[in-house]
């Protein structure tokens, strides 16, 4: 199985400050990366998948970049809505993995 | 807009089989993988498999000699089984849709089942 290696676990950040979130696969996924948010309660959601391919309807600010076994999601400016748990998801070989998290608080 | 609902008892007993159902609001089934997924309490997220609308499945070997799953298109549902469960197998289960069977693009709203005698 490829091992999603998130961090940091936890990131306290103030609205409007720039986040970014590190994502490392064990071996190269090349760029068969997603990115997804969950809040208290809720079902994760899709922001982006392909490393940096935006999903319809999710704001600008978030972005994703990388390729091969480093990535990284990066919230432009975080709104108020951000602040959330982050999750990164290998789609390039079963099983699908994820990485254990990244908590963004307000500071 | 096509909605997920998962629906199955919120409490089973050790070594039982744990049953699930989702049942997809509108919108053909075909031409997209079904898929389960679960988050034990307070930790990350455990991709379990998922099912074609044609009825070929794809298991997490982990969890692959216990896992069946099954499709009726006829009624907008697809099934998850997990037998011989444990506390560990205490979890939100979500059902999922997903884009060439890899990307999770729409999720239910999760239910969570409780392993406990």
């Known amino acids: ?107 | 807009q096509v909605q997920l609902q998962e629906s199955g008892p919120g409490l089973v007993k050790p070594s039982e089989t744990l049953s699930l159902t989702c049942t997809v609001s509108s919108g053909a089934m075909n031409s997209y993988y079904w898929s389960w997924i679960r988050q034990p309490p307070g930790k990350g997220l455990e991709w379990i498999g998922y099912i074609y609308y044609s009825g070929s499945t794809n298991y997490n070997p982990s969890l692959k000699s216990r896992v069946t799953m099954s499709v009726d298109t006829s009624k907008n549902q697809f099934s998850l089984k997990l037998s011989s469960v444990t506390a560990a197998d205490t979890a939100v289960y979500y059902c999922a849709r997903a884009v060439g069977g890899t990307v999770i693009s729409l999720w239910g709203q999760g239910t969570l089942v409780t392993v406990s005698s």
Not at chain 1, 11 to 23: E, N, P, Q
Not at chain 1, 69 to 83: A, G, R, V
């Open chain 1, 1 to 107: 199985d490829i091992q999603m290696t998130q961090s940091p676990s936890t990131l306290s950040a103030s609205v409007g400050d720039r986040v970014t979130i590190t994502c490392r696969a064990s071996q190269s996924i090349s760029s068969w990366l997603a990115w997804y948010q969950q809040k208290p309660g809720k079902a994760p959601k899709l922001l982006i998948y392909k490393a940096s391919s935006l999903e319809s309807g999710v704001p600008s600010r978030f972005s994703g970049s990388g390729s091969g076994t480093e990535f990284t999601l990066t919230i432009s400016s975080p709104q108020p809505d951000d602040f959330a748990t982050y999750y990164c998801q290998q789609h390039n070989s079963y099983p699908l993995t994820f990485g254990g998290g990244t908590k963004v608080e307000i500071k």
